[in-house]
């Protein structure tokens, strides 16, 4: 079974630094996009970065130039590297992996995690 689990949120004053890490467990074959994924209260989820196997990166526009997105680091692991945090950038922060290969699944499968809260004050 193929569980994401996050780490890294938390309470952060603006201007600063947060990485979020996320692991998949269980047997993984293979992983297509990797990515991040965040809802603000009353929002929509929103696309915050994803990147493919081949390395290409792709960004929200509001997070462009601010944060990085990497895989690697671990079996398994995508990391969001987040600099100069605004109030805005307040949400749950939830990774996705798509195109999940695994055992006992002729499907691609994808999985999100649990999320984590980063909270960004003035």
């Known amino acids: 079974q193929v569980q994401l689990v996050e780490s890294g949120g938390g309470l952060v004053q603006a201007g600063m630094s947060l990485t979020l890490s996320c692991r998949g467990s269980?047997?993984?074959?293979?992983?297509?996009?990797m990515g991040w994924w965040r809802q603000a209260p009353g929002k929509e989820r929103e696309l915050v970065a994803e990147?493919?196997?081949?390395?290409?990166?792709k960004y929200g526009d509001s997070v462009k130039d601010r944060f990085a997105i990497s895989r690697g680091g671990g079996i398994n692991t995508v990391t969001l590297q987040m600099d100069s945090l605004k109030p805005e950038d307040t949400a749950v922060y939830y990774c996705?992996?798509?195109?999940?290969?695994?055992?006992?699944?002729?499907?691609?499968?994808?999985?999100w995690g649990q999320g984590t809260q980063v909270t960004v004050s003035s």
């Open positions: 990147i493919a196997r081949s390395g290409r990166a």
């Open positions: 996705k992996f798509s195109d999940v290969r695994a055992p006992g699944s002729e499907n691609l499968e994808d999985y």
């Open positions: 269980g047997i993984i074959f293979s992983i297509g996009d």
